[in-house]
């Protein structure tokens, strides 16, 4: 409109000619008058401008960059299933939201979204539906992974970190509360570390609070810093209360889908590396625990697999994705500030993919024997929770229907005690499993750190796969 106001404009000034010298001053003078009137046009227009970029603002930013990666997820469940024994049996609508992880379709969500649900319909931000599979699930932390068979390679969202959290930080909630699909919601980090109980049984640990609306039906969705990265996963709610919600942190988020893929992909092969994701200066890579390749040592940090870079220990699982028992991939690894090649052959399918060193080694005879898989933990934090305990061993992975399973022990517990002895370390392990005691038990005491708390339990060896 302001165009067309322009050139009429232009045509009453310049439709004619003079036909003298004050004809031509006044026209002279018009064109100064048409001159200021383009420049305050002009002007105008410029501050439009800026209008529009204050709108662009980063939340929006981080919405767009991170909104296509975000699926809508619903399917019938039993009433039973949501509103607990007695109800009448009949189907009700189950709804949440996941995030697409990796291009070929794996979709991270919680458990209690996919939990029962005969048929998983999933739809994309770009209104595509699929039927989702159930591929695993992690009924300690709430988490489960689903596949969808899309036809293109799908966006992927963007990881941040939880570990650099900070009280008040602006975050964003993306999810499909009571089936309107991707709504969004802003807030703060209200508190970190929280541990909500869900039943009488279990609890959630270790979760990011926010103000963010979170209600129910946002489960499943991302929640987003500033930036648009995604450093959380959306849990749970409390009933009853307005402006909590809560999250899981992203780090505890992708330790859990990266045991998961492994899992998965023990049917294709296993390697002879453990890998850690580690922090520095907000930024995440992988690094080599143990190996037995000679071209790769502990320490040294994998930049790419097959080409295809890793920031963290999930992409590496994602990435070995593909390549058959037998075959080998190139990896890219950095050491010393010199970036280097090197050659890693997936075994066969028949070595269990945990099992990271050789048969005879004690890893190996710690999962084949308890169904744990461990790590170092910190001394301070056990010392932090009962002083009598030197250290301990972190629980990282459980083989499912193992004696640690039926005992009901969880990834993230402790293990500070076996027996009548400590296991501060893996040479006291190491010790333990040597000992007379544990070659004749049938059943063994053990003691873990969970929370805040110390708790025993005895674990059942007679339900050891022998191998």
Known sequence: MTQTRVFGLATTYFGWLPSSRGQAGRMIARCSQLALLWSLISASALTAGEISARRNTRTVQAIRQAEPAVVNIEGNKPSSSVTGAGSDG?????????????????????????????????????????????????????????????????????????????????????????????????????????????????????????????????????????????????????????????????????????????????????????????????LSFVTVERAQNEEIRPGDVIKSVSGIPVANRLHYELALIGHRSGSSVELEIERDKEIKLAKLTLEDSSTPQIQLTSAGSLQSQVYNLLGLQLEPASASQVQRIDSTYKCGLKVRYIRKNSPAALAQIRSGDILVGLLDWQTPNWDDLSWILKSNEMKTASTAKFHIIRGNDVFWGTLDLRRARVQ
Not at 110 to 131: M, S
Not at 254 to 264: F, G, K, L, P, S
């Open 90 to 282: 009949q189907q009700v609508n189950g709804m949440g939201a996941g995030i697409i992880i990796d291009s070929r379709g794996y979709i991270l969500t919680n458990q209690h979204v996919i939990q029962d649900v005969t048929r998983i319909e999933v739809t994309l931000h770009n209104g595509r539906q699929y039927v989702g599979k159930l591929i695993a699930r992690h009924t300690e932390t709430d988490l489960a992974m689903i596949k969808i068979d899309a036809r293109q390679p799908l966006p992927v969202i963007r990881c941040g970190t939880s570990s650099d959290l900070m009280l008040g930080e602006p975050v964003i909630a993306i999810g499909n509360p009571f089936g309107y699909h991707h709504t969004v919601t802003e807030g703060i980090i209200s508190a970190l570390h929280r541990d909500i109980p869900v039943n009488g049984v279990q609890d959630y640990p270790d979760l990011i609070q926010t103000d963010a609306s979170i209600n129910p039906g946002n489960s499943g969705g991302p929640l987003l810093n500033a930036d648009g990265d995604m450093i959380g996963i959306n849990a749970a709610v409390r009933i009853g209360a307005q402006g909590i919600g809560f999250a899981i942190p992203v780090d505890r988020a992708v330790e859990v889908a990266a045991d998961m893929i492994a899992e998965h992909r023990r049917s294709i092969g296993s390697t002879e590396l453990q890998v850690k994701t580690s922090y520095k200066d907000s």
